[in-house]
Protein backbone atom coordinates (compact mmCIF):
# COMPACT_ATOMS: atom_id res chain seq x y z
CA UNK A 1 0.00 0.00 0.00
CA UNK A 2 1.20 3.68 -0.97
CA UNK A 3 1.79 6.35 1.68
CA UNK A 4 -0.60 8.96 1.41
CA UNK A 5 1.08 12.19 0.70
CA UNK A 6 1.05 15.37 3.37
CA UNK A 7 -1.72 17.28 1.11
CA UNK A 8 -3.48 14.08 0.50
CA UNK A 9 -3.79 13.80 4.84
CA UNK A 10 -4.80 17.76 5.03
CA UNK A 11 -7.01 17.41 2.55
CA UNK A 12 -8.53 14.23 4.62
CA UNK A 13 -8.64 15.83 7.86
CA UNK A 14 -10.09 19.44 6.20
CA UNK A 15 -14.17 19.87 6.24
CA UNK A 16 -15.89 19.41 2.89
CA UNK A 17 -18.16 22.43 1.85
CA UNK A 18 -21.05 19.43 2.06
CA UNK A 19 -19.50 18.50 5.41
CA UNK A 20 -19.95 22.24 6.88
CA UNK A 21 -23.08 22.39 5.26
CA UNK A 22 -24.21 19.67 7.23
CA UNK A 23 -22.74 21.16 10.79
CA UNK A 24 -25.83 22.50 12.18
CA UNK A 25 -23.14 23.43 15.07
CA UNK A 26 -20.32 25.54 12.94
CA UNK A 27 -23.11 26.28 9.88
CA UNK A 28 -20.33 27.85 8.42
CA UNK A 29 -19.72 27.00 4.20
CA UNK A 30 -17.01 28.36 1.96
CA UNK A 31 -17.89 30.93 -0.38
CA UNK A 32 -16.43 30.96 -4.00
CA UNK A 33 -15.59 35.21 -4.59
CA UNK A 34 -15.21 36.21 -7.93
CA UNK A 35 -12.51 38.64 -7.93
CA UNK A 36 -11.67 39.19 -11.42
CA UNK A 37 -12.43 42.51 -12.99
CA UNK A 38 -12.83 42.78 -17.05
CA UNK A 39 -12.23 45.71 -19.41
CA UNK A 40 -15.51 45.07 -21.10
CA UNK A 41 -17.28 44.78 -17.59
CA UNK A 42 -15.83 48.49 -16.69
CA UNK A 43 -17.10 49.80 -20.25
CA UNK A 44 -20.94 48.33 -19.87
CA UNK A 45 -21.36 50.38 -17.15
CA UNK A 46 -24.02 53.02 -18.38
CA UNK A 47 -25.84 50.39 -20.63
CA UNK A 48 -29.22 49.45 -20.26
CA UNK A 49 -28.88 46.44 -18.25
CA UNK A 50 -27.17 49.06 -15.46
CA UNK A 51 -29.60 51.69 -15.98
CA UNK A 52 -32.36 49.15 -15.19
CA UNK A 53 -30.39 47.92 -12.24
CA UNK A 54 -30.11 51.67 -10.89
CA UNK A 55 -33.79 52.29 -11.30
CA UNK A 56 -34.92 48.59 -9.60
CA UNK A 57 -32.17 50.37 -6.38
CA UNK A 58 -34.74 53.52 -6.84
CA UNK A 59 -37.09 51.97 -6.76
CA UNK A 60 -36.19 49.42 -3.74
CA UNK A 61 -34.74 51.90 -1.43
CA UNK A 62 -38.26 54.21 -1.43
CA UNK A 63 -40.08 50.87 -0.65
CA UNK A 64 -37.88 50.57 2.49
CA UNK A 65 -38.46 53.86 3.56
CA UNK A 66 -41.45 53.72 3.31
CA UNK A 67 -41.84 50.48 5.49
CA UNK A 68 -40.85 52.27 8.27
CA UNK A 69 -41.85 50.77 11.62
CA UNK A 70 -42.05 52.33 14.99
CA UNK A 71 -39.36 52.97 16.70
CA UNK A 72 -39.68 53.41 20.82
CA UNK A 73 -41.99 56.38 20.52
CA UNK A 74 -43.72 59.26 17.76
CA UNK A 75 -40.37 62.06 18.09
CA UNK A 76 -37.67 59.00 17.42
CA UNK A 77 -39.95 57.21 15.05
CA UNK A 78 -40.26 60.67 12.85
CA UNK A 79 -36.32 61.21 13.42
CA UNK A 80 -34.60 57.67 12.92
CA UNK A 81 -36.62 55.73 9.70
CA UNK A 82 -36.74 51.87 11.52
CA UNK A 83 -36.48 49.66 8.51
CA UNK A 84 -34.90 46.37 6.35
CA UNK A 85 -31.48 46.33 5.27
CA UNK A 86 -30.39 48.51 8.11
CA UNK A 87 -27.73 48.00 11.34
CA UNK A 88 -28.56 49.99 13.87
CA UNK A 89 -26.22 50.47 16.73
CA UNK A 90 -27.38 51.72 19.88
CA UNK A 91 -24.34 52.51 22.66
CA UNK A 92 -24.25 53.29 25.71
CA UNK A 93 -22.46 52.79 29.12
CA UNK A 94 -22.71 50.18 31.85
CA UNK A 95 -26.44 50.74 33.67
CA UNK A 96 -27.35 53.75 31.32
CA UNK A 97 -30.38 51.44 29.42
CA UNK A 98 -29.37 48.93 26.66
CA UNK A 99 -31.90 46.28 28.01
CA UNK A 100 -34.57 49.32 29.12
CA UNK A 101 -34.65 50.46 25.47
CA UNK A 102 -34.50 46.96 23.97
CA UNK A 103 -37.93 46.64 25.84
CA UNK A 104 -39.01 50.39 24.78
CA UNK A 105 -38.25 48.82 21.00
CA UNK A 106 -39.96 45.66 21.56
CA UNK A 107 -43.63 46.87 23.15
CA UNK A 108 -44.88 49.40 20.84
CA UNK A 109 -44.34 46.16 18.05
CA UNK A 110 -45.86 43.47 20.46
CA UNK A 111 -48.74 45.56 20.46
CA UNK A 112 -49.08 46.23 16.73
CA UNK A 113 -48.65 42.49 16.35
CA UNK A 114 -45.28 42.36 14.77
CA UNK A 115 -42.67 39.77 15.69
CA UNK A 116 -39.48 40.40 16.94
CA UNK A 117 -36.46 38.45 18.12
CA UNK A 118 -34.54 39.19 20.59
CA UNK A 119 -30.70 37.85 21.05
CA UNK A 120 -30.25 38.17 24.64
CA UNK A 121 -26.84 37.38 26.16
CA UNK A 122 -27.01 39.02 29.57
CA UNK A 123 -30.80 39.11 30.94
CA UNK A 124 -32.88 35.79 31.08
CA UNK A 125 -35.71 35.19 29.02
CA UNK A 126 -38.12 35.59 31.68
CA UNK A 127 -36.59 39.38 32.36
CA UNK A 128 -36.85 40.32 28.70
CA UNK A 129 -40.33 39.86 28.95
CA UNK A 130 -40.91 40.97 31.95
CA UNK A 131 -40.00 44.42 31.61
CA UNK A 132 -42.10 44.86 28.54
CA UNK A 133 -45.10 43.59 31.19
CA UNK A 134 -43.58 46.43 33.57
CA UNK A 135 -43.82 49.00 30.88
CA UNK A 136 -47.72 47.87 30.00
CA UNK A 137 -48.36 48.13 33.42
CA UNK A 138 -46.54 50.72 34.72
CA UNK A 139 -44.70 49.17 37.24
CA UNK A 140 -40.73 49.67 38.14
CA UNK A 141 -39.12 46.85 36.67
CA UNK A 142 -35.87 47.36 39.27
CA UNK A 143 -39.07 46.75 42.37
CA UNK A 144 -38.93 43.22 41.14
CA UNK A 145 -35.19 42.99 40.89
CA UNK A 146 -34.51 44.24 44.22
CA UNK A 147 -37.56 41.85 45.53
CA UNK A 148 -39.84 45.00 46.81
CA UNK A 149 -42.61 44.33 43.89
CA UNK A 150 -45.61 43.28 45.52
CA UNK A 151 -46.71 39.53 44.61
CA UNK A 152 -50.08 40.78 43.62
CA UNK A 153 -47.96 42.98 40.37
CA UNK A 154 -45.72 40.17 39.90
CA UNK A 155 -48.61 37.96 38.87
CA UNK A 156 -49.97 40.55 36.79
CA UNK A 157 -46.84 40.49 34.84
CA UNK A 158 -46.71 37.55 34.32
CA UNK A 159 -50.07 37.13 32.98
CA UNK A 160 -48.98 39.32 30.32
CA UNK A 161 -46.00 37.08 29.39
CA UNK A 162 -48.36 34.28 26.95
CA UNK A 163 -49.40 37.12 24.72
CA UNK A 164 -46.07 38.88 24.67
CA UNK A 165 -44.39 35.67 23.82
CA UNK A 166 -46.46 35.63 21.05
CA UNK A 167 -44.71 38.09 19.19
CA UNK A 168 -41.49 38.66 21.19
CA UNK A 169 -39.24 35.62 21.05
CA UNK A 170 -36.34 35.11 23.08
CA UNK A 171 -33.15 33.65 23.12
CA UNK A 172 -31.19 33.73 26.41
CA UNK A 173 -27.99 32.91 27.39
CA UNK A 174 -29.18 29.22 28.42
CA UNK A 175 -30.18 28.63 24.92
CA UNK A 176 -27.78 25.64 24.11
CA UNK A 177 -24.97 25.89 26.71
CA UNK A 178 -24.47 29.75 25.94
CA UNK A 179 -25.05 29.41 22.14
CA UNK A 180 -25.81 33.62 22.29
CA UNK A 181 -22.54 34.62 23.05
CA UNK A 182 -21.18 32.31 20.33
CA UNK A 183 -20.69 33.75 16.59
CA UNK A 184 -22.15 30.40 14.96
CA UNK A 185 -25.47 31.04 17.42
CA UNK A 186 -25.65 34.74 16.20
CA UNK A 187 -25.48 33.96 12.68
CA UNK A 188 -27.31 30.91 12.93
CA UNK A 189 -30.40 32.69 14.82
CA UNK A 190 -30.03 35.70 11.95
CA UNK A 191 -30.21 32.75 8.98
CA UNK A 192 -33.20 31.73 10.99
CA UNK A 193 -35.73 34.40 10.30
CA UNK A 194 -33.86 36.08 7.49
CA UNK A 195 -36.38 35.91 4.99
CA UNK A 196 -39.65 35.64 7.99
CA UNK A 197 -42.21 37.50 8.93
CA UNK A 198 -40.95 38.82 11.68
CA UNK A 199 -40.05 42.71 12.14
CA UNK A 200 -36.93 43.54 13.85
CA UNK A 201 -34.04 41.51 15.51
CA UNK A 202 -31.92 42.92 18.38
CA UNK A 203 -28.84 41.57 19.88
CA UNK A 204 -28.04 42.65 23.61
CA UNK A 205 -25.13 42.70 23.41
CA UNK A 206 -22.27 42.62 21.40
CA UNK A 207 -19.36 42.64 23.54
CA UNK A 208 -20.70 39.37 24.83
CA UNK A 209 -20.39 37.52 22.08
CA UNK A 210 -16.74 36.13 22.49
CA UNK A 211 -16.58 33.15 21.61
CA UNK A 212 -16.46 30.79 18.14
CA UNK A 213 -17.13 27.00 17.88
CA UNK A 214 -14.55 26.77 15.14
CA UNK A 215 -12.08 28.52 16.33
CA UNK A 216 -11.58 28.08 20.17
CA UNK A 217 -8.68 29.83 19.78
CA UNK A 218 -10.07 33.19 18.44
CA UNK A 219 -9.44 36.01 20.60
CA UNK A 220 -12.40 37.93 21.63
CA UNK A 221 -11.51 41.22 19.03
CA UNK A 222 -11.14 38.29 15.97
CA UNK A 223 -14.74 37.06 16.83
CA UNK A 224 -16.25 40.40 16.53
CA UNK A 225 -14.70 41.35 13.91
CA UNK A 226 -16.19 38.73 12.20
CA UNK A 227 -19.29 39.30 12.95
CA UNK A 228 -18.97 42.88 12.04
CA UNK A 229 -17.99 41.51 8.49
CA UNK A 230 -21.01 39.59 8.76
CA UNK A 231 -23.46 41.39 10.02
CA UNK A 232 -22.61 43.90 6.59
CA UNK A 233 -23.55 41.81 4.68
CA UNK A 234 -26.62 40.08 6.27
CA UNK A 235 -28.71 43.66 6.30
CA UNK A 236 -27.98 44.04 2.48
CA UNK A 237 -30.23 40.28 2.39
CA UNK A 238 -32.13 40.65 4.59
CA UNK A 239 -35.88 41.48 5.03
CA UNK A 240 -35.45 42.91 8.72
CA UNK A 241 -33.83 45.53 10.80
CA UNK A 242 -30.71 44.47 12.94
CA UNK A 243 -30.60 46.69 16.13
CA UNK A 244 -27.21 45.74 17.76
CA UNK A 245 -26.39 46.74 21.10
CA UNK A 246 -22.64 48.23 22.36
CA UNK A 247 -21.09 48.95 26.20
CA UNK A 248 -18.85 51.75 25.98
CA UNK A 249 -15.66 52.17 28.32
CA UNK A 250 -17.29 53.54 31.41
CA UNK A 251 -13.82 55.31 32.93
CA UNK A 252 -11.07 56.32 30.92
CA UNK A 253 -12.03 57.35 27.66
CA UNK A 254 -16.06 58.81 28.91
CA UNK A 255 -14.58 62.12 27.73
CA UNK A 256 -13.51 61.47 24.32
CA UNK A 257 -15.19 62.89 21.58
CA UNK A 258 -14.90 60.56 19.17
CA UNK A 259 -17.56 57.22 19.43
CA UNK A 260 -15.05 55.00 17.77
CA UNK A 261 -12.40 55.62 20.56
CA UNK A 262 -15.11 54.52 23.36
CA UNK A 263 -16.66 51.18 21.72
CA UNK A 264 -14.82 48.72 23.67
CA UNK A 265 -13.81 45.54 21.80
CA UNK A 266 -14.12 46.44 18.77
CA UNK A 267 -15.18 50.10 17.01
CA UNK A 268 -14.96 48.82 13.54
CA UNK A 269 -19.12 47.87 13.88
CA UNK A 270 -19.10 51.42 13.39
CA UNK A 271 -18.09 50.39 9.89
CA UNK A 272 -21.42 48.80 8.80
CA UNK A 273 -23.72 50.30 11.00
CA UNK A 274 -26.46 52.52 9.09
CA UNK A 275 -27.49 54.08 12.31
CA UNK A 276 -25.42 54.74 15.37
CA UNK A 277 -27.08 55.83 18.14
CA UNK A 278 -25.46 57.37 22.08
CA UNK A 279 -27.71 56.92 24.62
CA UNK A 280 -26.86 59.79 27.36
CA UNK A 281 -29.22 59.49 30.27
CA UNK A 282 -29.77 62.24 32.80
CA UNK A 283 -31.13 60.99 36.12
CA UNK A 284 -31.78 63.66 37.67
CA UNK A 285 -34.09 65.89 35.30
CA UNK A 286 -35.60 61.46 34.66
CA UNK A 287 -34.81 62.48 30.85
CA UNK A 288 -32.90 60.55 28.20
CA UNK A 289 -30.87 61.69 25.06
CA UNK A 290 -30.86 59.54 21.76
CA UNK A 291 -27.55 61.61 19.84
CA UNK A 292 -27.57 60.55 16.70
CA UNK A 293 -24.12 60.05 15.82
CA UNK A 294 -24.39 58.31 11.92
CA UNK A 295 -26.80 57.80 9.75
CA UNK A 296 -27.57 57.09 6.02
CA UNK A 297 -30.85 58.94 6.15
CA UNK A 298 -29.48 62.39 6.90
CA UNK A 299 -30.14 63.02 10.51
CA UNK A 300 -26.49 62.52 11.52
CA UNK A 301 -25.69 65.15 14.52
CA UNK A 302 -29.72 65.64 15.61
CA UNK A 303 -30.29 65.13 19.49
CA UNK A 304 -33.74 63.47 20.64
CA UNK A 305 -35.05 64.20 23.83
CA UNK A 306 -37.20 62.34 25.54
CA UNK A 307 -38.55 62.04 29.47
CA UNK A 308 -38.13 58.73 31.05
CA UNK A 309 -41.54 57.66 32.86
CA UNK A 310 -42.09 54.38 34.61
CA UNK A 311 -39.99 52.72 32.14
CA UNK A 312 -40.85 54.47 29.80
CA UNK A 313 -39.09 57.20 26.78
CA UNK A 314 -42.04 59.39 26.08
CA UNK A 315 -41.91 63.06 25.23
CA UNK A 316 -41.38 65.72 27.34
CA UNK A 317 -44.09 67.82 28.62
CA UNK A 318 -44.77 70.46 31.06
CA UNK A 319 -46.05 68.17 33.23
CA UNK A 320 -43.44 66.24 33.43
CA UNK A 321 -40.70 69.43 33.93
CA UNK A 322 -43.20 70.42 36.71
CA UNK A 323 -43.12 66.58 38.41
CA UNK A 324 -39.76 66.52 38.10
CA UNK A 325 -38.63 69.99 39.94
CA UNK A 326 -41.35 68.82 42.68
CA UNK A 327 -39.81 65.62 43.23
CA UNK A 328 -36.10 67.31 43.50
CA UNK A 329 -38.06 69.66 46.43
CA UNK A 330 -38.30 66.53 48.21
CA UNK A 331 -35.68 64.98 47.89
CA UNK A 332 -33.80 68.21 49.09
CA UNK A 333 -36.13 67.87 51.66
CA UNK A 334 -36.11 64.50 52.47
CA UNK A 335 -32.29 65.46 52.46
CA UNK A 336 -32.11 68.40 55.34
CA UNK A 337 -35.03 66.18 57.37
CA UNK A 338 -37.77 68.26 56.72
CA UNK A 339 -41.21 67.20 56.22
CA UNK A 340 -43.39 68.87 53.87
CA UNK A 341 -46.57 68.65 51.92
CA UNK A 342 -45.40 69.66 48.24
CA UNK A 343 -49.06 70.52 47.36
CA UNK A 344 -49.20 73.56 49.99
CA UNK A 345 -46.17 75.36 48.38
CA UNK A 346 -46.93 78.19 46.01
CA UNK A 347 -44.60 79.01 42.94
Known amino acids: MSKLTPEQIQAALSPTPSKKKNNNIIGIEEEKIDVSVSFNEIES ?8 EMYQDMASYNRMIQERITFINPALTAAIPFTRENLYLICAYTGNGKSTIAANISRPLWKEQKKVLVIANEESKQDVLFRIACLELGFNFNDYKKGTMPM ?20 DVTYKDGLTTKFEGIKNALEAVKRSDYSAVMIDYFQLIRYRV ?7 YKVLDDLR ?20 HSMGKRNNVE ?5 KECPGILEPSTVVIEVTPDFENRSTDFIIK ?39 MQTAGVEVDLGDIDE
Open 45 to 52: FGNNDSIK
Open 152 to 171: VHQKECAKLFPDISKYVKVL
Open 259 to 263: LDSRI
Open 214 to 220: ADPAAST
Open 229 to 248: IYLGKYIKESNIPVVLFAQL
Open 294 to 332: KDRFGYQGMRISCAFDKGKYVEITPEHIEATKQNKISKL
